[in-house]
Structure formats: C-alpha cells, structure tokens
C-alpha cells in the first residue's frame, strides 16, 4: 500500500474548541449509564468440553 499524501492546500488538522463544564458532566453522565447498560447484558455461557467415555 502506497503514502497518501496531503493535497496542496488542504490541511487536515482539526481544532475542536476546548469542553466546557456542562458539555463535559454530559459526556461523563453518557458513559456512566452506557457502562452500566452493558455490564447488565448477560454473555452467553461457554458450554465446556466433556470427555467421552470410549468403554462405555
């Protein structure tokens, strides 16, 4: 796979504006319900091999 280089021109750094107290109590909030969401979700279980008996 070859370099891609930047177009003469363009440039592609971004600059997002700082958070402010709101905006980021929002985002902490979000995760926090997002975490507990998934932990509740119950993952199947793993069924574990057995051994057969080959004289049975």
């Known amino acids: 796979m070859g370099h891609i280089a930047e177009p003469k021109g ?3 750094i971004i600059k997002s504006p700082p ?3 709101k905006e980021r109590k929002e985002i902490s909030e979000h995760i926090k319900k ?3 969401e998934i932990g509740k979700k119950s993952l199947p279980k793993r069924r574990t091999r057995t051994k057969e008996n080959p004289k049975a």
């Open 10 to 12: 363009v440039d592609f």
């Open 19 to 21: 958070l402010t107290d």
């Open 34 to 36: 997002r975490k507990i």
